[in-house]
């Protein structure tokens, strides 16, 4: 047979496009022999149980794309026979028990993961790996291929919209870590081949490019218009109030559920701590929403004793503070206005979320002035919103510097004084 037939070159050709460039094929006795090398240091070769014809090929080039992800994956710790012996393993009849691994790896973590970020930050990567690994045809045969095909082909959305999940996107990192956890526990707990690790990420490669959102802070002036904008019943009642609660106190939504009274009542408490931070609950202090006229509303000087009294927040389950707020705000009576107040943030090119109300807080303590002419410390802004001074500054930095305008020329003054030149 020569070494010339179609399905020869056909065959090297795609070995050297699906695995490389170093790899390539050679008649041995019959059988397909595989090489891996350059002439100058030499070739590791070995060989496989396909023989060389024509109707062998396809097969024996799917465990040579195996093996060498998985000689690449040990980053050549291994020898080229034993990623040939794991790539054979993994192909053969052996089913692996997804699902009781998935169902014995989340009863081990419930404590640990909440259940809605089970379901924003786990479960779709999850789903997407069960996508494929019960598919009867082209299924991944180790974590490498099995990431590749989960983080940029798995198709997901309400529609089937979205394809993966985008580089440099904070979502792609969280649905990595994610993947990473779920196949270490089958590795490691569930008794899976060591093929099935997770691969070595390249830190350029999966690292988060692009940059955060910008969190818009609310005016007073939009934030009385949504507080009138709620409807006259009891449900909306409790929202309204919550929402008051949230401006005034630059509240986290979640705080929402962890408010108490301490000292006899006189001082209003949140004992709610973020699962990475030392803080451990905090007492907020007011920073009142003004009219038109600089006055508080009438309803910011009541809200504790409201509170006190036993006024009605919103039964909301843990971990779900903010998607119920932002769910109530935009399908509920205040809609219109939330939504008119949106597309305020959008032309100024900023994003209004139900963390708003908080930027709104932050934005207040930085720029308005205490009752002795002083402005509050990063500090004091810091321990009242209830995180690190670090952190603080990190996110509202951009609100730290006072009278920056008045340090430059004013555009408008220097034109009306050429104006006023050329009339003299």
């Given at each position: 047979m020569v070494e010339t037939n179609s399905w020869i070159k056909v065959f090297r050709r795609a070995i050297k496009v699906s695995v490389g460039t170093g790899w390539t094929v050679q008649p041995d006795r019959g059988n397909i022999r595989v090489l891996y090398g350059k002439k100058a240091s030499g070739f590791?070769?070995?060989?496989?149980?396909?023989?060389?014809?024509?109707?062998?090929?396809?097969?024996?080039?799917?465990?040579?794309?195996?093996?060498?992800?998985?000689?690449?994956?040990?980053?050549?710790?291994?020898?080229?026979?034993?990623?040939?012996?794991?790539?054979?393993k993994s192909s053969s009849k052996f089913e692996l028990n997804w699902d009781t691994a998935l169902e014995n790896y989340r009863n081990s973590n419930k404590h640990t993961i909440q259940e809605n970020t089970w379901k924003r930050k786990h479960l779709p990567v999850i789903t997407a790996i069960l996508f494929y690994v019960k598919r009867s045809k082209a299924r991944p045969q180790n974590g490498k291929r099995l990431w590749d095909k989960v983080s940029n082909e798995y198709q997901h959305g309400k529609n089937l919209e979205k394809r993966g999940w985008a580089k440099g996107t904070t979502m792609r990192r969280h649905m990595r870590l994610a993947f990473n956890r779920f196949l270490n526990w089958c590795v490691e707990r569930e008794d899976f081949p060591s093929y099935w690790r997770p691969p070595?990420?390249?830190?350029?490669?999966?690292?988060?490019?692009?940059?955060?959102?910008?969190?818009?802070?609310?005016t007073d002036s939009q934030i009385g218009r949504l507080v009138d904008a709620f409807a006259d019943n009891e449900h909306a009642a409790k929202w309204q109030f919550a929402t008051q609660l949230c401006a005034v106190y630059g509240l986290r939504p979640e705080e929402l559920r962890y408010l108490v009274l301490k000292n006899n009542k006189t001082e209003l408490w949140t004992t709610y701590k973020k699962s990475n931070s030392k803080i451990n609950g905090r007492r907020l202090f007011p920073l009142f929403v003004l009219d038109?006229?600089?006055?508080?509303?009438?309803?910011?000087?009541?809200l504790q004793q409201r509170f006190a009294a036993g006024e009605l927040l919103p039964?909301?389950?843990?971990?779900?503070?903010?998607?119920?707020?932002?769910?109530?705000?935009?399908?509920?009576?205040?809609?219109?206005?939330?939504?008119?107040?949106?597309?305020?943030?959008?032309?100024?090119?900023?994003?209004?979320?139900?963390?708003?109300?908080?930027?709104?807080?932050?934005?207040?303590?930085?720029?308005?002035?205490?009752?002795?002419?002083?402005?509050?410390?990063?500090?004091?802004?810091?321990?009242?919103?209830?995180?690190?001074?670090?952190?603080?500054?990190k996110s509202y930095s951009r609100f730290n510097t006072k009278d920056l305008e008045n340090a430059f020329d004013s555009v408008i003054r220097k034109s009306e004084n050429k104006v006023g030149k050329v009339k003299n």
């Open positions: 590791l070769s070995i060989n496989l149980p396909y023989k060389w014809q024509e109707d062998q090929w396809v097969e024996a080039l799917k465990l040579i794309q195996n093996a060498a992800d998985t000689y690449e994956n040990y980053k050549s710790n291994i020898s080229l026979k034993a990623a040939f012996d794991i790539s054979q070595v990420f390249n830190k350029a490669e999966e690292e988060v490019t692009t940059e955060k959102r910008v969190g818009y802070p609310l038109i006229d600089g006055n508080p509303f009438e309803w910011c000087l009541t039964q909301i389950s843990k971990g779900q503070g903010a998607d119920r707020l932002g769910k109530q705000l935009r399908d509920r009576s205040p809609k219109n206005v939330w939504l008119s107040i949106c597309k305020e943030a959008e032309v100024e090119g900023q994003e209004c979320t139900p963390y708003s109300f908080r930027h709104r807080y932050a934005y207040v303590a930085h720029n308005r002035i205490n009752k002795n002419g002083t402005y509050r410390s990063p500090k004091q802004i810091a321990d009242a919103m209830g995180h690190d001074l670090e952190t603080h500054l």
